[in-house]
């Protein structure tokens, strides 16, 4: 892949961001960071410019459709040869009835809209370099769970519109990856639980969960195999997890 443009990553402060952030700028790509903490992004510049890439930070909320706008307008000279559109959360994991909207609200703002404004900004961008779009989805995006209703919808969402796009954008040499992670050890369950850390870190006992750089490693893979190729749809759990709801713990 062409190293000269950047590869634009949100949600890029933590988790599986950061950890795209960390194998991208080893690897040699130029980068530009987005993520609502700004702090947490500048120390991940300072950190990854010994690599001897640019590396451009914005804070930058996706629910915040002007910010986001704003962001493309001062990246407009830019080349942008990856959109790695990684910004997602989860709110609670309750019976639907027993959910209070707002939490529906903010994963809808997040997953759904955001992630939408996001890609629909980038994509002309992406047409002309004939680059990559990476989707970070979820194994929820294709299995209904427990508790999971609208975080489930909202990633079935993410899966529905990376194929679209991938329909759509056949024939620009621009290629469309939908990566899919089941349990991924982050601070997404701490997020989920909203600070309950008990219930949070009880997701990942008893078992190996994956680890953000297991995603990042997946996402480079994507990203460096050869232009004629498109890694379309990649779902990866950890070894002890089978399906949404089948973890075998210890
Ligand atoms: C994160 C994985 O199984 O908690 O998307 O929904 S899961």
């Known amino acids: 892949m062409e190293k000269d443009g950047y590869v634009f990553i949100t ?3 933590s988790g599986i961001g950061e950890s795209c952030a960390r194998k991208c700028a080893a690897a040699g790509f130029n980068l530009i960071l987005t993520a609502r903490r700004e702090d947490r992004l500048l120390a991940l510049k300072k950190e990854l410019e010994s690599e001897s890439v640019s590396i ?5 909320d996706v629910t915040n459709h002007s910010q ?3 962001v ?5 000279d830019k080349e942008i040869i990856a959109l790695i559109n990684n910004a997602g959360l989860a709110q609670e994991k ?4 027993d959910y209070k909207w707002d939490d529906f609200q903010k994963m809808i703002d997040t997953n759904i809209t955001g992630f939408l404004k996001v890609a629909h900004l980038a994509v002309p961008s992406i047409i002309k370099s004939k680059g990559h779009i990476v989707n970070i989805s979820s194994i929820a995006g294709i ?7 609208v975080y489930c919808a909202s990633k079935a969402f993410v899966k529905m519109v990376s194929k679209s796009l991938r329909i759509d954008l056949a024939g620009t040499g621009v290629r469309v990856t939908d990566i899919a992670p089941g349990a991924v050890e982050t601070e997404f369950s701490d997020v989920r639980f909203k600070g309950d850390t008990e219930k949070a870190k009880l997701t990942y006992q008893g078992y190996e969960p994956l680890t953000p750089e297991d995603i990042a490693d997946s996402v480079l893979f ?5 232009a004629r190729m498109n890694v379309e749809y990649m779902l990866v759990m950890p070894t002890a997890q089978a399906s949404a709801t089948r973890i075998v713990k210890q």
Do not use: H, R, T
């Not at 451009?56 to 930058?60: A, E, K, N």
């Not at 299995?143 to 209703?149: L, R």
């Not at 994507?222 to 050869?226: D, E, H, K, S, T």
């Open 143 to 149: 299995e209904a769970y427990e508790g999971g209703s």
């Open 222 to 226: 994507c990203l460096q195999a050869p």
């Open 72 to 76: 493309f307008k001062a990246i407009n």
């Open 68 to 70: 986001v706008e704003s």
């Open 94 to 97: 309750c019976s639907f009835e």
């Open 11 to 13: 949600g890029a402060s």
């Open 56 to 60: 451009i930070v914005y804070s930058m």
